[in-house]
């Protein structure tokens, strides 16, 4: 399953620092961001099983970043 979010991060360093934080949080999960999107995409990809959008969202905003799950009508194919 795939997750896309809408995120305020817009440096290569809050990404990463983003990205390691849910690797290690998040064990069979696999994100990245697109910070070349007018969004700042995040992308998370869960190897087995759901993703818990709120989950998520809720590790952004603790590092005081805002995030809400884009509906499946504006991710391009």
């Known amino acids: 399953m795939i997750e896309v979010f809408k995120t305020n991060v817009n440096k ?4 990463k620092m983003l990205i390691d934080q849910i690797h290690s ?7 990245n961001f697109d910070l070349e999107d007018c969004d700042k995409i995040l992308r998370v990809k869960c190897r087995s099983g ?5 989950l998520f969202i809720s590790l952004l905003n603790d590092f005081g970043f805002q995030a809400e799950v884009l ?3 504006h991710v391009a194919a």
């Open 12 to 15: 290569a360093s809050q990404a």
């Open 71 to 73: 509906p499946d009508n």
């Open 25 to 31: 949080i998040f064990e069979n999960h696999e994100a």
């Open 50 to 54: 759901f993703i818990q959008p709120s």
